[in-house]
Structures are given as structure tokens and as C-alpha cells.
């Protein structure tokens, strides 16, 4: 391509960019006033309690796994055990 064409061609589509900022293709929504909400001389739907929930089905004696080594959550490392100090052995 010729610098002259490079440059008419990106003239072109620099003014078809302008030409186009601010436009939208979806035509905003109609306003529409909503109803005024409706009161009811003080009078409200009572509410019934709800139930407490089930107790868990747990075996007795029974523990969560522990992490692996290596894995998030692990505080089995001397390091971690020393309060993050350094392992003078490496």
C-alpha cells in the first residue's frame, strides 16, 4: 500500500470512529411511572416462626481430616512450630 492510501485510509476510518462515539444501537426504555404503593390501615401478614434446623448426623468420635503435608492449612512443618524461624540444618 501506498503511503498516500495508508494515510486516506486511516483519515477514513478515524472520521467513521468520531462519527460514531456516542451512538447506541438499543434505544433507551420509555419512562413509566410505577404505582404508588398501597397502605393498609396498619394491618401486616403475620409471620409464622420457623423451625430450628436438624442437628447434624455425626458418628460419635469422629474428626476432620487433617490437611496434607504440603497442602493449605498444614502446621505440622518445624518451621511453623518455631514461629517461623529458619532451619539452621539447611
Known amino acids: 500500500?501506498?503511503?498516500?492510501?495508508f494515510k486516506l485510509?486511516?483519515?477514513?476510518?478515524?472520521?467513521?470512529?468520531?462519527?460514531?462515539?456516542g451512538k447506541t444501537d438499543i434505544p433507551p426504555p420509555p419512562k413509566v411511572a410505577l404505582p404508588a404503593p398501597t397502605?393498609?390501615?396498619g394491618l401486616s401478614t403475620p409471620t409464622l416462626p420457623t423451625a430450628p434446623l436438624p442437628e447434624p448426623?455425626?458418628?460419635?468420635?469422629?474428626?476432620?481430616p487433617s490437611p496434607a503435608p504440603g497442602q493449605a492449612g498444614d502446621h505440622s512443618t518445624p518451621a511453623?512450630?518455631?514461629g517461623g524461624k529458619v532451619d539452621p540444618h539447611k
Open 1 to 5: 500500500m501506498t503511503p498516500i492510501l
Open 9 to 21: 485510509a486511516l483519515c477514513a476510518s478515524a472520521a467513521l470512529f468520531a462519527a460514531g462515539c
Open 39 to 41: 397502605v393498609q390501615g
Open 57 to 64: 448426623v455425626v458418628p460419635k468420635g469422629a474428626e476432620a
Open 80 to 82: 511453623f512450630k518455631a
